[in-house]
């Protein structure tokens, strides 16, 4: 599963692998906070540094206008959406990759627990601004 051509790939890696682990236990049907807190587990069971119901401000042409809660920040570069839903459609992908881009990140993940099989997806901000690596924004 890992790809060196993704960045961080190592570490969403180890993020799917916990989310697999909590759909393979818990299944489909639960609702969203369900997973969230079993990835708590998973996540910390693995070593992994993350934030849960991280909150970080959104910008528009450098100025915050608002702030969103994202459902995990992991290792401060990686943006982990949740959704306990049927199936994903292409606007919680559009959702996803605009938080990437609102909060000036490179890397995401969307991981849908309510489909029968776990579903996820990369995500990768064309925009990212190399200059903000180790993002003072988000801190």
Known sequence: MIKEQYKYSELTSKIIGCAMKVHSALGNGFQEVIYQR?????????????????????????QQIGTRRVDFLVEDVVSVEL??????????????INYLEA???EVGLLINFGAKSLQFKRLSNKSFKQKNQGNPKIK
């Open 38 to 62: 079993a990835m708590v587990i998973e996540m910390s069971d693995e070593g992994i540094r993350f934030s849960r119901e991280h909150e970080m401000p959104v910008y528009y042409k450098g």
């Open 83 to 96: 959704k306990a839903i049927i199936q994903l459609e292409d606007v919680h992908l559009a959702q996803a």
């Open 103 to 105: 909060y000036d990140l």
